[in-house]
């Protein structure tokens, strides 16, 4: 069935350096993914999201590409804060069994340093 | 823009208790959902509605109810809370006028005593 597979549940980082949080999925279905932020005690927010493949899309500094032939949606930054301290999650649109679906992966918890 | 209100915000019951939770939303969105958030395991889908007085089973409904009265509510019901769970329940709609996006309240934190 569809999946999607978060590797790393925690990251901690200092302030100011890059990131990157993995995210690979399985699908017998054209992919649709996206990527989820919740601060601590909110809702979760979309961030990202894409179907194309190989065309990078970014928001707030944050930035994926979805590469088809590895079936990953990997998220970046370049210089991280302190307010990017936050859950992230990816997710695979699936719409198996007739219904549409949002999978998520397990979550990265990604804390930042001063 | 819309906003998800879900009701209560914290929630305390005890072993076998029924607890019902309520969601509403004012995007006039069709789709909406209920998932559990455990540390650790992501979100995992309970019930979903396509429509009004439409339900949906997801992986785990097993011990849940739920009810679509209205396009605007989603409730779902505890039907017999199980000592020491503890999880935060999160309700959305979704947008398909806007690539399929979901759009979440801030959830319902559950601990049972």
């Known amino acids: 069935g569809d999946s999607v597979t978060q590797t790393e549940g925690l990251v901690t980082l200092t302030k100011g350096l890059p990131v990157m949080l993995n995210c690979t999925y399985q699908?017998?279905?054209?992919?649709?993914l996206f990527w989820y932020v919740q601060h601590l005690n909110e809702a979760p927010k979309l961030l990202l999201k894409?179907?194309?493949?190989?065309k990078r899309t970014e928001h707030q500094g944050f930035y994926a590409t979805l590469h088809k032939s590895s079936s990953s949606f990997h998220l970046q930054k370049s210089s991280v804060q302190l307010s990017d301290s936050a859950l992230y999650f990816c997710?695979?649109?699936?719409?198996?069994?007739?219904?549409?679906?949002?999978?998520f992966g397990s979550g990265t918890q990604l804390t930042v340093m001063p | 823009g819309g906003i998800i209100t879900q009701t209560p915000k914290f929630l305390i019951g005890q072993e076998g208790q029924k607890l019902t939770l309520k969601c509403q939303q004012n995007?006039?969105?069709?789709?909406m959902y209920w998932y559990r958030q455990d540390s650790g395991k992501g979100l995992r889908l309970i019930y979903y509605?396509?429509?009004?007085?439409?339900?949906q089973k997801g992986d785990l409904s097993e011990g849940y109810d739920a009810s679509r009265e209205k396009k605007s509510s989603f409730s779902l019901t505890v039907t017999s809370a199980q000592k020491n769970e503890m999880a935060v329940f999160l309700c959305?709609?979704?947008?398909?006028?806007?690539?399929?996006?979901?759009?979440f309240g801030s959830g319902t934190r559950l601990t049972v005593l």
């Open positions: 959305a709609s979704r947008d398909r006028s806007s690539a399929e996006t979901l759009y």
């Open positions: 699908t017998t279905y054209s992919p649709f």
């Open positions: 894409s179907s194309t493949d190989n």
């Open positions: 997710a695979l649109s699936a719409a198996s069994s007739g219904s549409w679906q949002l999978i």
């Open positions: 995007f006039n969105h069709d789709t």
């Open positions: 509605s396509i429509t009004e007085n439409d339900l």
